[in-house]
C-alpha cells in the first residue's frame, strides 16, 4: 500500500498516514472546517494521534506526553478533544473517573465493547461478528419491547486480559 506523507505547517517531521488513514484525515478535516473551524497546527497534530493509534483507547494526559515537545500545552488538548467530542468525531467513555477517546464510528448503533484488565489497566477492543450480531438482537428485542430507539451503546468488562491471564495446559 502507498505511504503518503502529510506536512503539517510549522513542523520538520512529517505524519505518515497509509491511504485509509489520508482520506480519514481529509475527511475529519473538512467536517472540522464545515463546522466553522480553522485546521490549526495544534488540531492537526492532536487529531494524527488518534488516527496514528486509531487502536488504542487515549486520554488527554497520554495525547499531551505524546506532544508536549511539539509545544502544545495540556490546556490546548483539552479544549481541542472536546470540539472533536462535540463534532462526534471522538467517542468518549470513562472508566474508573477517567475519560478515554477514540475515533468514532459512523454508523446508526455503533457498538463498543471494551475489557478493562484489572491487573494491566489495558483498555482492549471486543470485536466479534458473531457477539456483535446477538447483541443486535436484543438490542432490537429491547427497542421493540419498549418502544424506544438506542442510538449508541458502550459495554465495558472488567477481568483479566490475555497477557495477564495465566493458561493452564
Same mark, same amino acid.
Given at each position: ?5 502529510? #506536512?503539517?505547517?510549522?513542523? +520538520?517531521?512529517? /505524519? *505518515? @498516514?497509509?491511504?485509509?488513514? &489520508?482520506?480519514? $484525515?481529509? !475527511? ?54 472536546? #470540539?472533536?467530542?462535540?463534532? +462526534?468525531?471522538? /467517542? *468518549? @467513555?470513562?472508566?474508573?473517573? &477517567?475519560?478515554? $477517546?477514540? !475515533? ?62 495465566? /493458561?493452564?495446559?
Amino acid at each position: 500500500m502507498a505511504i503518503f506523507s502529510i #506536512i503539517l505547517k510549522g513542523v +520538520d517531521a512529517m /505524519k *505518515e @498516514f497509509n491511504a485509509h488513514e &489520508k482520506e480519514s $484525515y481529509l !475527511l475529519i478535516k473538512k467536517l472540522i472546517e464545515d463546522n466553522g473551524y480553522k485546521m490549526t497546527y495544534q488540531r492537526r497534530e492532536i487529531l494524527s494521534q488518534f488516527i496514528i493509534n486509531k487502536n488504542n483507547h487515549l486520554s488527554a494526559e497520554k495525547v499531551y506526553d505524546m506532544l508536549k515537545d511539539n509545544g502544545i500545552g495540556i490546556s490546548t488538548v483539552y479544549r481541542n478533544i472536546n #470540539i472533536f467530542v462535540d463534532l +462526534d468525531i471522538l /467517542k *468518549e @467513555f470513562r472508566v474508573d473517573n &477517567k475519560s478515554y $477517546y477514540e !475515533l468514532k464510528m459512523y454508523a446508526r448503533k455503533p457498538l463498543h465493547i471494551h475489557l478493562q484488565c484489572e491487573k494491566c489497566g489495558k483498555i482492549k477492543d471486543i470485536v466479534d461478528k458473531e457477539i456483535i450480531l446477538n447483541y443486535l438482537k436484543i438490542n432490537n428485542l429491547i427497542e421493540k419491547n419498549y418502544n424506544i430507539e438506542i442510538d449508541d451503546v458502550d459495554i465495558m468488562f472488567h477481568g483479566l486480559c490475555n497477557n495477564c491471564t495465566k /493458561k493452564y495446559i
